[in-house]
Structures are given as C-alpha cells and as structure tokens.
Nanobody
Framework: QVQLVESGGGLVKAGGSLRLSCVAS????????MAWYRQAPGKQRELVAT?????STNYADSLKGRFTISRDRNTIYLQINSLKPEDTAVYYC??????????????WGQGTQVTVSS
C-alpha cells in the first residue's frame, strides 16, 4: 500500500505564494508518475501538473506560468505564485502505483485546502 499526505495549504491573500507538499509512504518503490489536481467548490476535479519518476513535467495549458511541480524521490511539491481568488480549491496529490509490470492503479491523498482572499 502507498499513502499520500498533502500539506502546505492555507489562507493567503491574492498575489501571495504557497508551496504544497505531498509525501508518499509505504511501498514507495512501486510509485511511478505523480500529479497535482485541484477541485474548486461546485466544480470537477482538474489536473494541475504531472511529474514522472524521471522528473519530466507537464502542466494544464490554462495554468502554465504560475505553477511549478517538482519532485524529490517520493515527495512532490507544487509552488504556486501570484495566487488568485480563482485558485481557491482543495489540492490533491495522486500517485500511479505499479506493484507489478502488468498492474497499476492510482492512489490519492486526502487533499489540502487553499483559500485565496481578494
């Protein structure tokens, strides 16, 4: 099993910055790609950014520029700069876990709340 725990969320004023963390524990050798998602009130969960085990990154087109994903082994980070009220959401970490070559699944953290005041 793999467990993901996010942290770093909070209440911040527009224009500020936050750095979110997601720490994986358990059978971390089976973790491959990891990602950050977010879900705003009343909206569907959306992809923010992904990062492979080798460090390659990809961002949602609409969010490029203010978000930076990084990885240190089995911990990933999301740096968010120039925060806007519309960034208010619960931010979730996801990991793709592959216990065997033939089988993989996604596991999620519990989320961390980011609230941006205007």
């Amino acid at each position: 099993q793999v467990q993901l725990v996010e942290s770093g969320g909070g209440l911040v004023k527009a224009g500020g910055s936050l750095r979110l963390s997601c720490v994986a524990s358990g059978r971390t050798r089976s973790i491959g790609d990891m990602a950050w998602y977010r879900q705003a009130p009343g909206k569907q969960r959306e992809l923010v950014a992904t990062i492979t085990s080798g460090g390659s990154t990809n961002y949602a087109d609409s969010l490029k520029g203010r978000f930076t994903i990084s990885r240190d082994r089995n911990t990933i980070y999301l740096q968010i700069n120039s925060l806007k009220p519309e960034d208010t959401a619960v931010y979730y970490c996801k990991a793709n876990v592959a216990p065997t070559i033939e089988y993989s699944f996604d596991t999620w953290g519990q989320g961390t709340q980011v609230t941006v005041s205007s």
